[in-house]
Each structure stands twice: as C-alpha cells, then as structure tokens.
C-alpha cells in the first residue's frame, strides 16, 4: 500500500507559550514533506492578525508550502483582499476560503454590510486575482446550517465553480461517510479532489463535543470503545489505533492524500503517519 500524501493543519498562537508550541509542532512534522500546511482563523475574524503573522513567519522560516486560511466575518470586501494581496506579496500563494464561524456571542452568520456575503463571493474574488491556489471546506456529515446532505454538495460544486482547485473535509470517524460523501460529489459532476480531514482523538471528551458543535456523527462504538479505554489507562493506544485504521481504511479505497488537524500537538499525527509509511526524508531549514 503507498504512502499518501499529507498535509497539515495549526492554529496561531495567541501567548509566547503556544508560539514555543507551534514551532515544536512544526519540527516534528515538517520532516514528513507535507504538500503543505495551513493556519487557521478563530471564529469571528479573532485571529486574523495572529494568523497572518504566523503564516508570514513559518513561510520564511520552514521553508513549507503555507496555506492562509481566509474567511468573510466581520470585515469588508477591501479588507479581506487586502489581507490576501499582503499573503502574495510575501510569497503565500495558498489559501484555504471559508465563510468563516461568526463570533461566539452572534450564534450565526451575518455578511459585513460591505463584505462578502458569502464563501462563494469570496473564491471567486480570490480566483480573479490569478494569484492564488484555492482551497474550501467539505462536510461529509450535514453542516448544522444546511437544509441537507444534498444541500452540503450543491455548495461545494458552487464553491468549485467559483474557482476552487481542491476541496478538504470536515472530519469524520468511519471512512464509509467519506466514500458515501466522495460518490455523491462524482455524481453531482464534482471532479475537484477532495481530501479527508483526520482529527487525531488526543482527547476524547474534547473531540466529542468538538463533533457535536459541528454535526459530526458520532459512532457508538467508538463512545464506547473511548469510554472503557479512558478508565483503563489505554486512551492514547486507542487513538493511535483508530486513526491508523481510519486511514488505512481510506487508501485502500482509493484515497492517495489526508489532511491532519493537529491542533498544535504533533506526536499522534506523527506516530500515525509512520504507520502508514509518511517517514521523515526531509529537514526542516535551518534558522539559527
């Protein structure tokens, strides 16, 4: 079975603590060659200026291919390009376009009055620069805001029409939702790759409710198997177990690249890259 490609994904740091353990994280990971990795926005636009700093930073430090995520909340449409034409200029040509979560305190999407209305306006702005590789977001479990599952995929074919080269999912717990996702898109004439999002369970109690926030489903036997895992001092092989298998399970059917949400701690994403055969054949560029 060959490796697959993988790329990852962190969030900026908002203490001199978390920076430490960005950079930790990217040393431990950068040896695997992702294709690339990503920096996320916290909901609301909170951290726009943390992300882009942090993209700027690991961009001219790593040597990695960075991705900018970029979203519509809480700015104007000059101010969104603004921000993605200062990501050209310093040498990031990757963005991953989303709507964007809306402050914890709105509880849903409202458009700036001059902003971009949605994530469809937003990719084809981007897409008319010429400038840039655009990726965009899948839900193989209905997003808690769409009508349906069939409601998710005519977006997505939108959202690729609009100008996006490449699609990463929202994560899941059992490949079969991704094929049932992948065969769907096919036949909604969806022909952009689409690339499984991995969430490595470091907690479980963290990632349950993680799932719940995002209409993720839940497998009971994986609750289950957690549960008694948890009071048995075996939760960290459990998880090493269950996203290996997820994996594995993904490229024998036909999968030949994964997206890892890391959450800024690499040693599970590292350990499981391993087992699949991703093993470190590169080094990070020296920055002393």
């Not at 978390?18 to 990503?38: E, G, H, I, K, Y």
């Not at 952009?192 to 999002?197: L, R, S, V």
């Not at 008694?228 to 459990?238: C, F, P, S, V």
Request: glycine share 6%.
């Amino acid at each position: 079975m060959p490796a697959p490609a993988v790329s990852f994904e962190f969030f900026p740091p908002q203490s001199l603590e978390a920076s430490f353990r960005l950079w930790d994280t990217v040393q431990v990971l950068a040896p695997l060659a992702p294709r690339f990795v990503s920096v996320t926005y916290g909901a609301g636009g909170t951290t726009r200026d943390l992300t882009r700093d942090a993209v700027s930073t690991l961009h001219k430090a790593s040597g990695l291919n960075v991705a900018a995520h970029l979203t519509c909340v809480n700015a104007s449409r000059a101010e969104t390009l603004a921000i993605a034409e200062g990501f050209a200029e310093a040498g990031v040509r990757e963005i991953v376009a989303l709507r964007g979560d809306p402050p914890k305190s709105a509880g849903r999407f409202d458009p700036h009055p001059d902003g971009f209305a949605n994530s469809c306006e937003l990719i084809a702005a981007l897409a008319e620069t010429g400038r840039f590789t655009i990726r965009v977001g899948a839900y193989p479990d209905r997003h808690p805001e769409a009508a349906s599952a069939q409601a998710d995929i005519d977006w997505l074919k939108r959202k690729i029409d609009a100008g996006a080269s490449e699609a990463i999912t929202q994560f899941f717990f059992e490949a079969e939702t991704f094929f049932r996702f992948r065969d769907a898109c096919a036949k909604a004439g969806i022909d952009a790759p689409i690339i499984p999002g991995i969430l490595p369970i470091e907690n479980w109690n963290g990632a349950r409710r993680f799932a719940e926030r995002c209409g993720t489903a839940i497998p009971a036997w994986l609750a289950d198997a957690f549960e008694t895992a948890q009071r048995d001092g075996r939760a960290d092989l459990l998880a090493t177990a269950v996203c290996t298998e997820l994996c594995s399970d993904l490229i024998e059917g036909g999968v030949d690249s994964l997206h890892f949400y890391t959450l800024n701690r690499p040693e599970l994403t590292r350990d499981v890259c391993h087992a699949l055969g991703v093993v470190p054949h590169v080094s990070l560029r020296d920055v002393a």
